[in-house]
């Protein structure tokens, strides 16, 4: 393995550098082949370091940033105003080439917006997307995109999703042929918008994309396709919808939880194995989502991600640095449109 | 208690009159006060009830159709072909007053476009919505609509569906000035796309509505607010995704059952409490939705109700007709569209 870098902006999320540095400390233990540059407050960063005994580690560097972007911060005025943000500072040093990728839990629209501006889209794509694997019945990954980045998407946004999805799936997930459905209200080839409907005819005329026809939400989990394209606005309700529906049912079997303490104890066990099962639901939270479609990489991790949810976002980030998550989705995007301009 | 009349599509459906002849016959037993005209194949309804032993029930009436609308067939050839079909037929005894609401499981789209066809919609109204009650954490009803009738809408029509969504809670489920959310990707007054920004500012405008603002696909179950607007593209994937995301779960969870006969014994309490808060997840199956915002009450049964879910539609259609809902989003309408016009 060769070495990587990855500039972390340690000033997002929720918990903030709180939960960033501590799992900073455990993936620098278990890589011996990573470098970080930690981007945020040179003091506040210092302190912790140092209470986690890392403040003179060799593979770790901290770089100030003054500012810190709002999680409720408009796109365009953390575009504006925050030009020594934590967030923009790590996100540069992607763009010049100090580091391989960038990782942040902080505000996904800033986020989106200053990677579009400071690290750019790749050639043949219109707007990068956020995706994210889903965990399916029989412990595989359906990749979903778009999760909320682009609110309304033509056909042809979501034509390059399914090429952009297509090549996450083979390259991150070693899947041959990935097949791809698009997100609808039935599957029957008359159903849905006329975005879906064209997307559908652009998907099907491309002899390199495994088309498989329109899905329903209720087979998000199913593990039939490999990659599932749908607009911003549909993939965040389609998440969010089942982050609700998960906690609703977690609610329902925890109040019938009750008796005897003999009972009670052995329910534990079943509220246990409940309990793993709605982390692996949360998909952004237990996963992270990239960015894709730019030219380097950029791993969102959840607003409120804890220690061990950053540190799977670090494994993220080097797991598409080191299969050259880019070099793929450069290669299957000319491939494809170099074969649309031949037609 | 007043008499009332159901007229009951009896051809629709998956299971068709297996399930639904059983359903009634324990609905007239329920309900001295119900009448019911079962619209279908005279002869295959005739064997089913001789095999229930109601063949000569004095407030149950077979109507013969000679058609059944197939469930993949295209709305509109269904509204110029099957002018015979048992969905028309049941539709045609509503709209001239024979019956007081209806009841199919039968294909959504066709029964949709014959129902605006036949039964018309309320002065005020352009287009009718499904709606259906999702169950809340603290075991109360949100409603949440359209749920796929309306694939795109504009302001005007989910501000529209706002106002008939606020009288069903009123009428239905007895809530004083119901508040009513707009299911959107974020909380904060910019998201969204022109539509929901735009109803947004139509639902704030009108006194006699309680706008509750913006709400995320993760709070659906919450029971924070009362009724959740959206187009039927997004209601759609976000009720198919609550089934997916319900069964998944169950998956994992009976998955995780194993080991000793007495831990499996002891896991069989909680599969079946597992089993009660999963049929309660899908609320179309369980409540049954409603097409509001015609001139009398129809009801949509889920595809595949078994006689449980069909008794619970009739039941559905009953409370609707009782309440006189149609009257209550009538008065509604006016309330609001006269206080527009003073403006």
Redesign the interface.
């Known amino acids: 393995m060769t070495d990587l870098t990855l500039a972390l902006d340690s000033m997002g999320g929720d918990h903030g550098p709180q939960v960033i540095v501590p799992a900073v400390v455990q993936a620098l233990a278990l890589y011996p082949q990573l470098n970080i540059l930690l981007v945020g407050d040179e003091s506040l960063l210092g302190d912790l370091l140092r209470r986690h005994q890392a403040q003179q580690h060799p593979r770790l560097q901290i770089v100030h940033a003054a500012q810190v972007v709002g999680m ?1 911060e ?1 796109p365009l005025s953390a575009l504006r105003n925050k030009k020594q943000s934590s967030m923009r500072i790590a996100l540069e040093l992607v763009a010049d080439g100090t580091a391989d990728a960038c990782v942040s839990s902080g505000n996904t629209g800033a986020l989106m917006s200053m990677a579009k501006v400071l690290i750019k889209t790749l050639p043949g794509v219109d707007r990068p997307a956020l995706i994210t694997g889903l ?3 029989s412990g595989g990954t359906t990749y979903l995109l778009d999760l ?1 980045a682009n ?2 998407c033509d056909s042809e946004t979501l034509f390059q999703f399914a090429v952009m999805g297509s090549a996450i799936a083979e390259s991150v997930n070693g899947i041959q042929n990935p097949k791809i459905a698009l ?1 609808n ?1 039935g599957t ?1 080839e ?1 159903k ?2 006329d975005q879906v409907q064209q997307a559908a005819q652009l998907i099907k005329e491309t002899p390199q994309l495994n088309y498989a026809g329109f899905i ?7 593990g039939d396709v490999d990659v599932i394209v ?1 607009d ?3 993939g ?14 977690s ?3 925890r109040a ?2 009750q008796g005897s303490p003999w009972r009670r104890l ?2 534990k066990v ?1 509220a246990k ?2 309990d ?3 982390n ?2 949360n998909p952004d939270q237990y996963n992270g989502a990239s960015l894709i479609g730019l030219r380097s990489i950029v791993v969102k991790s959840h607003g409120n991600a804890d220690q061990a949810a950053f540190l799977r976002a670090i494994q993220l980030a080097k797991a598409e640095v080191e299969v050259a998550l880019q070099q793929q989705v450069t290669d299957r995007l000319e491939q494809v449109l170099l074969d649309k301009t031949n037609l």
């Open positions: 409720d408009r965990p399916t019945h909320g609110i309304s997100l209200v029957e008359i849905g918008n329903e939400g209720d087979r998000l989990y199913r749908c911003g606005f549909v965040n309700i389609a998440l969010k919808s089942s982050e609700g529906v998960a906690r609703l049912l609610h329902h079997i019938s939880i052995l329910a079943f194995k409940l793993a099962s709605l692996r639901l």
